[in-house]
């Protein structure tokens, strides 16, 4: 919209912006059509000869406005908001990826990613490689097919908390002509913009960060509009007719919004999975305050982790922005005003141990989520990974006494003395 602006002020104005008499806070448009008064009109929209909008499973005016605020702070060129993260990354990657192809992804994605990749998508004919996201770029190029079309990988993975160096990822994808896609749920664009770094297109859970009150499940894609999908070469879906929508050749009538307007109008036509014009609203109160609850965020989970670091009753602390990180580094380069709020630590007394933990906590909740303004805790060996004994989990890197934390913007004290009286019990 306006690219001189700054982050803060983009996530109040950015995307709506009221005339006179119209209201000042972004209406919700809970409606699923829209009123025409002739045949043509209508004709138009439906041979995206006019915008417009028709029908909200294809766009709808708060939806639009919403992405197009994601959009401006990741600084792209359009974006396309889903029903959830796990809906984005279907799109980002089935946008330009179909059955016998394939695509290159970093192994510590988040589990949900992980299982679409390696599972679901496989079902469709879509085949991945993962590859560990230390890799050097000759060891990702190795994974690269004649046939893969994406690489794609998470800013800051969840919940193995590994930094992805991006450069090193785009550098890899680049040399084959292929996009990368970066995840960057964890990071927001208040602490990463990956586009700066060469990634390509952009995903989000907006359930975590973004939402920040735990108020809805929302995905978003942005598209940075600097890949040449013509000069590829070999993503005809782009670049030729698409004679499921008269006969359109996205590149040539939309040029840098090919991508998005493909998800719009094939996938999201086809596949449906919009969010509710209410979820964007709830979301957009959400992205107002973004950059001061990241900042808290970041600040209560470094002072948390220096906590525990020191504490006796804790064996490891995995937070990269204590020096002694492996990915301190990296964090330090890509993500300089910090990582984000969830941090991961050992309890000295193995699964017993962080049971006893958990079920003495006082202020932080037990909840399968993370990234919002509570304090949460989850035990992955009593929860996300119980299916598992002692020595499958430690082969998953998950070791029995470990504790998931994402640090809420509550006063820092508070969290504190809460940990500390239940480590005391731990
Ligand atoms: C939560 C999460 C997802 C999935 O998002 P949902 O909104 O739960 O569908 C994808 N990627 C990352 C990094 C996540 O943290």
Redesign the pocket.
């Known amino acids: 919209m306006n690219p001189s602006r700054k982050l803060e002020t983009m996530c109040i104005h950015s995307g709506y912006t009221p005339k006179k008499g119209e209201p000042l806070a972004m209406p919700i448009i809970q409606s699923t059509t829209f009123k025409y008064d002739t045949t043509q009109e209508m004709g138009d929209l439906f041979d995206l000869k006019a915008e417009g909008y028709f029908y909200t499973r294809l766009q709808n005016p708060t939806n639009d406005q919403v992405a197009a605020k994601i959009a401006d702070l990741e600084g792209g060129v359009a974006g396309i908001l889903t029903s ?6 279907f799109y980002a990657i089935f946008n330009i990826c179909e059955a016998g192809e394939h695509v290159v992804a970093a192994s510590t ?2 589990g ?2 992980f299982n679409l990749l390696g599972v679901t998508l496989k079902k469709l004919g879509i085949d991945c490689t993962f590859v560990d996201t230390d890799a050097s770029q000759e060891e990702i190029e190795a994974c690269i097919r004649p046939n893969t079309k994406a690489i794609l990988a ?1 800013t ?3 919940p193995a908390l590994v930094i992805l160096d991006i450069e090193k990822f785009a550098r890899a994808a680049h040399a084959h002509q292929i996009p990368l896609i970066v ?1 960057n ?2 990071a927001t664009p208040i602490n990463c913009r990956p586009f700066e770094w060469g990634a390509d297109i952009v ?6 960060y973004m939402d920040g009150h735990g108020l809805q ?3 978003a894609i942005v598209d940075s509009g600097n890949f040449d999908w013509e000069a590829a070469g070999k993503y005809p879906g782009l670049t030729t007719p698409d004679e499921s929508y008269h006969g359109i050749t996205y590149t040539k009538q939309f040029g840098k919004k090919a991508y998005i307007t493909k998800a719009t109008s094939q996938l999201m036509r086809d596949l449906g999975s919009i969010p509710s014009p209410m979820n964007c609203f709830l979301l957009n109160i959400g992205l107002e305050t973004l950059p001061l609850r990241v900042r808290a965020h970041c600040h209560n989970a470094d002072v948390v982790a220096h906590y525990l670091n020191d504490h006796e009753k804790v064996t490891h602390v995995c937070y990269a922005g204590l020096e002694s990180d492996p990915y301190h580094a990296l964090a330090q380069k890509y993500l300089p005003n910090g990582t984000c709020g969830v941090i991961s630590f050992e309890v000295a007394g193995g699964r017993e141990g962080a049971v006893r933990f958990m079920d003495s906590l006082q202020l932080a909740s037990i909840a399968t989520h ?2 919002s303004s509570r304090t949460m805790v989850l035990h992955p060996a009593s929860h996300t990974h119980r299916q598992m004994n002692d020595e499958q989990l430690l082969a998953a890197g998950v070791s029995p006494g470990m504790i998931r934390l994402s640090i809420g913007i509550e006063n820092v004290e508070d969290i504190i003395a809460d940990l500390e009286q239940a480590l005391q019990k731990a």
């Not at 959830?84 to 990354?89: D, H, K, R, T």
């Not at 995903?203 to 975590?208: A, D, L, R, V």
């Open positions: 959830s993260g796990q809906a984005a990354n994605i988040y949900g990613t998470e800051i993975a969840n995840d749920t964890f995903t989000h859970s907006t359930t975590k499940v929302g995905g993370v990234a």
